[in-house]
């Protein structure tokens, strides 16, 4: 019997105009832009302007555009997974929310939160849905407003979090391409080091909570720098291992942005050099669950059938993971 995968067949990415610098930064607080550069790569960030605006609305734009390139109607989408820590409200689910804006009325959708790691974690759910033959178009959209939760008085993290949405459309293939494998992973020890205080069942919003800045990110930069750049790069190297894929294999890298150093030091261990490293931290800074689509998206033209790609994501709470895929179709 053939073996069914799932295969990546269009990509669509969205960002907002509002170029947030390190410049800007500088005078909202006590830092500058050799300061930020140096340690993460960053020189400036997307963030989505306007009344009323969410994450929906940035990932309508994303979808969109990938439904136009493959020359389809939003019904025709069987599942949309909506990988995203910034969801519209806290319920309904921002899946709802998106397959009305974009009439994909045959479509069932559900988020998936598991902070940076999202969109490789929806990609392998969505991966499941397409080999069991149970559905033929499943969308996975990563994308998140990370500027309705940061402290922009805290130079350890407005530095770093963009806006910005990526989706990509999964179809059946009996070639041998799309996603060849995944090793997901999490240690909810880490919740410690990186997560919102409050906001959640345990800590519901109060006065209190909203006086004590309880609903922003809280990041222990040095604790999660160390865990990200460690476990990353193990699981990127255990999957090539997995799959006996040597350095020479692989076309592309595709990490998540969050720190360039993190970054190198994954295509260190990989033994890549920088030519075969998807990288626009430096325009973006970290959209979290957009980061990687957001990279297919802008290197789509550049990838061919066939491409070995290695996906790669470490995120908070903690969650880690990277996906094999061989991409498969030609670029137009």
């Known amino acids: 019997m053939t073996k069914i995968r799932a295969a990546i067949t269009s990509v669509g990415g969205y960002v907002p105009e509002y170029r947030l610098t390190n410049k800007i930064l500088e005078t909202m607080v006590d830092t500058s832009d050799e300061w930020i550069t140096s340690r993460t790569g960053i020189k400036e960030r997307r963030i989505l ?28 989408i069987d599942l949309l997974i909506c990988c995203t820590v910034t969801p519209d409200l806290t319920f309904p689910a921002t899946a709802n929310i998106i397959t009305d804006k974009i009439g994909a009325i045959n479509a069932f959708g559900f988020d998936l939160m598991a902070a940076c790691s999202g969109f490789l974690y929806g990609v392998t759910t969505g991966s499941k849905y397409i080999e069991s033959g149970l559905y033929k178009k499943v969308v996975i959209v990563g994308g998140d407003k990370m500027s309705s939760i940061i402290d922009y008085e805290d130079r350890q993290t407005c530095i770093i979090f963009g806006d910005g949405c990526g989706a990509v459309l999964l179809e059946p293939t009996e070639e041998d391409h799309g996603v060849m494998d995944c090793i997901m992973k999490s240690d909810g020890s880490g919740r410690a080091y990186l997560h919102q205080k409050a906001g959640g069942s345990v800590k519901p919003a109060s006065y209190k909570t909203i006086d004590a800045k309880e609903h922003f990110v809280y ?32 076309r592309f890298l595709v990490p998540h942005q969050a720190n360039k150093r993190i970054i190198d030091a994954t295509a260190k261990r990989m033994g890549v050099g920088n030519e075969k490293v998807m990288l626009n931290i430096e325009k973006y800074g970290n959209t979290t669950n957009g980061t990687i689509p957001l990279c297919l998206w802008e290197w789509e033209n550049q990838l061919k059938k066939g491409d070995n790609l290695i996906l790669s994501a470490f995120g908070g709470g903690f969650t880690w993971g990277s996906i094999y895929i061989k991409w498969a179709y030609d670029s137009k």
Request: charged share 30%; net charge negative; hydrophobic share 40%.
């Open 49 to 76: 302007k306007g009344e009323g605006l969410g994450t929906s609305d940035m990932a309508v734009e994303a979808i969109n555009l990938l439904l136009k390139k493959r020359g389809i109607s939003a019904d025709e």
């Open 219 to 250: 990041q222990e930069g040095q604790a999660v720098f160390k865990f990200a750049v460690t476990n990353m790069a193990d699981v990127s190297v255990e999957i090539m291992e997995r799959n006996n894929l040597k350095s020479d294999d692989i």
